[in-house]
Nanobody, 116 residues
Framework: QVQLVESGGELVEPGGSLRLSCVTS????????MSWHRQTPGSERELVAT????????TYSDSVKGRFIISRDNNKNTMYLQMNSLKPDDTAVYYC?????????WGQGTQVTVSS
């Protein structure tokens, strides 16, 4: 079965960096677009970044453009989100997402807290 497992979230000071990972299994990872999303309490889940199957095309939300980098290692079935120059507004639970033709899969999320 499809599994998405995020990790790497923690408490970090403003201006700091973190790298999130999303380890996947149960589907042909290299064949699909993947994306990172985030959510804060009381808000809808927000798209952060997307990446094409071979990693050649990426997109970012305006709020993270220039600070975050999405990447993937198709040999490891893993997607990453390098987060730099973190701000308190980046505090959220971060999720990775797989969209198949008939179903969307989410990981369990990893908490990122940016605070001094």
């Amino acid at each position: 079965q499809v599994q998405l497992v995020e990790s790497g979230g923690e408490l970090v000071e403003p201006g700091g960096s973190l790298r999130l990972s999303c380890v996947t299994s149960g589907f042909p990872f290299r064949g699909y677009h993947m994306s990172w999303h985030r959510q804060t309490p009381g808000s809808e889940r927000e798209l952060v970044a997307t990446i094409s199957p071979l990693g050649g095309n990426t997109t970012y939300s305006d709020s993270v453009k220039g600070r975050f980098i999405i990447s993937r290692d198709n040999n490891k079935n893993t997607m990453y989100l390098q987060m730099n120059s973190l701000k308190p507004d980046d505090t959220a639970v971060y999720y990775c997402r797989l969209r198949l033709p008939n179903r969307i899969y989410w990981g369990q999320g990893t908490q990122v807290t940016v605070s001094s």
